[in-house]
C-alpha cells in the first residue's frame, strides 16, 4: 500500500470583506483614486462618524411680514424628520488637492422651496398675521459645516436643496463672528420679487426644459416646480385672475383650489405645491380648453388676457419659485456637490434619505476659506446643523473634530 497523508482538522482562511467602522472622530484617509461620486468604491468602506443630534436653535419664525410656514424644525428633533431619529454619519477622504466629505442623513420628506410666491395661501399656525394676497412662503432642507478658523472666525459651508444643490454647488460663507455672509463673487440665486416679501415674483418660468451640466456630477435637469433657470417676466394680473376662478372655477375646485366645490364636492385639487409650475401657458389652453379633458371647459375664458390671468392665480396656488438661479463666481464657487436628488422631478416622499458629498480644494487661495494640510495642521474642529423645511431652527452637534490621516 503507497503510504498517505490525512489532514485533520485543518483550518482554511477566507478573506472576510471590508465593512465601515464608527470612529470618534472624522477621520480623511489619503487617496488616490479621486472618490468624486456617490458610487466611487470608497465609500462603500470607508469608516464614518455617527453623530447624535441635539437640539441648536428652536422655536423662532421669521419677524419680518410677508414670511410664513418657514419653521419646520421650529420644535428641533420633534419635528425634524417627522420626529424619526436623522441617523446622522460622515465619511471622508483626501487627495494631493482636494478633501472629499460625504454627510448622510435621513428626512423622509423633500422641501424643495424658499421664500416661494403664493396668493392668498394658507396661514401660518406659528405666527399671526394675514396670508391674504401674495406672501412668501415655505423653505428648504439645509446642512451647515462649519470649520473653526482661529480668532473667532469660521468657515462656513451651507448645501441647500432649494439655492446650491441645482447649480451642484454649496454656498460658501466666512463668519467672522457677528454671523455668516457669502465670501467674494457672485451668489448662486437671486431673489425673485418685485419688491418686498407680499410684492410678488418678478418672474416667470419660460416652458423651456432647464438643462445644465454640473462638475462633476454631470447633465441634469430641473424642475420648474421648485427651480428656475429659465425665466421670463411673470405676465397676467393675478387680482382679475382670482376674481375669474372664484366666479367661474371654484364651483369645481374650491375656493381655495382645495378640490372642495361647491357644485362638486370631489373636485381636482389645485394648490398642491409646484403642481401648475410644471404646465406652461400653452399646455395649460391646450387641456383646461378642451371638454374632452377637462369638464370645466366651458368655463375657461376665451379672451387671451383674461387665460393669462387666470393662469397667474394657477401659478400663485401651486407657488412661484422665490429665487432663481445663476452660476456662482471667485470664492463662492468653491465647494461642488453631489447629492443622490434627482432633480428632474422632485416628488414629496424621500424614501432614501439625503446622501451629499462636498468636495473642496485643500487651499483654495481664498483668505476667505479654512487651509487643509495633513502635515501642518492635521486637526480641525467643526459643527455641523441641519434645517428640515426651515432657515432659522436648526439641530446638530458642536465640537467634532476632522482628522486628515497620515499618507500610508
Known amino acids: 500500500m503507497t503510504g498517505c497523508t490525512y489532514y485533520e482538522n485543518e483550518s482554511i482562511k477566507i478573506p472576510q470583506p471590508e465593512v465601515p467602522n464608527a470612529t470618534t472622530t472624522l477621520e480623511a484617509v489619503y487617496v488616490t483614486t479621486v472618490p468624486n461620486k456617490l458610487t466611487s468604491k470608497y465609500w462603500k468602506t470607508a469608516d464614518y462618524l455617527p453623530i447624535t443630534a441635539q437640539n441648536q436653535i428652536i422655536g423662532k419664525v421669521p419677524v419680518e411680514d410677508g414670511l410664513f410656514n418657514m419653521s419646520g424644525t421650529f420644535g428641533g428633533l420633534s419635528d425634524f424628520n417627522q420626529g424619526e431619529i436623522p441617523d446622522i454619519s460622515l465619511k471622508a477622504a483626501y487627495t494631493s ?9 435621513k428626512d423622509s420628506k423633500y422641501n424643495a422651496s424658499q421664500a416661494n410666491w403664493f396668493y392668498n395661501g394658507p396661514e401660518d399656525p406659528k405666527k399671526p398675521g394675514s396670508t391674504t394676497g401674495w406672501t412668501s412662503q415655505q423653505n428648504d432642507d439645509k446642512l451647515i459645516l462649519s470649520f473653526g478658523m482661529g ?22 460663507m466666512i463668519d467672522n463672528g457677528t454671523g455668516a455672509v457669502a465670501d467674494a463673487g457672485n451668489k448662486m440665486y437671486m431673489r425673485n420679487a418685485l419688491g418686498d416679501n407680499r410684492g410678488g415674483p418678478k418672474y416667470d418660468w419660460n416652458g423651456i426644459q432647464q438643462e445644465l451640466y454640473r462638475k462633476p456630477s454631470g447633465f441634469t435637469i430641473l424642475d420648474p416646480a421648485f427651480y428656475m433657470l429659465n425665466k421670463d417676466d411673470f405676465a397676467g394680473d393675478v387680482v382679475k385672475g382670482e376674481v375669474y376662478f372664484q366666479k367661474e372655477c371654484a364651483g369645481c ?36 380648453s378642451d371638454p374632452g379633458k377637462h369638464e370645466g371647459a366651458v368655463h375657461y375664458p376665451t379672451i387671451e388676457a383674461e387665460r393669462e390671468d387666470l393662469f397667474a392665480r394657477l401659478r400663485g396656488f401651486s407657488g412661484v419659485p422665490g429665487y432663481y438661479l ?28 439625503y446622501t451629499v458629498l462636498l468636495i473642496r480644494a485643500l487651499n483654495t487661495g481664498s483668505g476667505d476659506d479654512i487651509v487643509f494640510s495633513s502635515t501642518s495642521k492635521p ?28 499618507k500610508q
Open 97 to 105: 488637492d482636494s478633501l472629499y466629505i460625504l454627510i448622510s442623513w
Open 151 to 172: 480668532s473667532g472666525k469660521s468657515d462656513v459651508w451651507k448645501w441647500s436643496l432649494a439655492l446650491s444643490e441645482p447649480l451642484g454647488y454649496a454656498i460658501d
Open 253 to 288: 375646485h374650491g375656493i381655495t383650489g382645495d378640490g372642495e366645490g361647491t357644485t362638486n364636492p370631489v373636485g381636482i385639487r389645485l394648490n398642491k405645491t409646484g403642481q401648475f409650475n410644471r404646465w406652461t401657458r400653452q399646455a395649460l389652453d391646450a387641456f383646461a
Open 326 to 353: 445663476e452660476n456662482p463666481t471667485g470664492s463662492n464657487s468653491d465647494i461642488h456637490a453631489v447629492s443622490n436628488v434627482q432633480l428632474g422631478k422632485i416628488d414629496s416622499d424621500n424614501t432614501k434619505g
Open 379 to 406: 486637526v480641525y474642529d467643526f459643527t455641523i446643523n441641519f434645517m428640515d423645511n426651515d432657515n432659522l431652527n436648526l439641530i446638530g452637534a458642536n465640537n467634532k473634530q476632522l482628522t486628515l490621516k497620515p
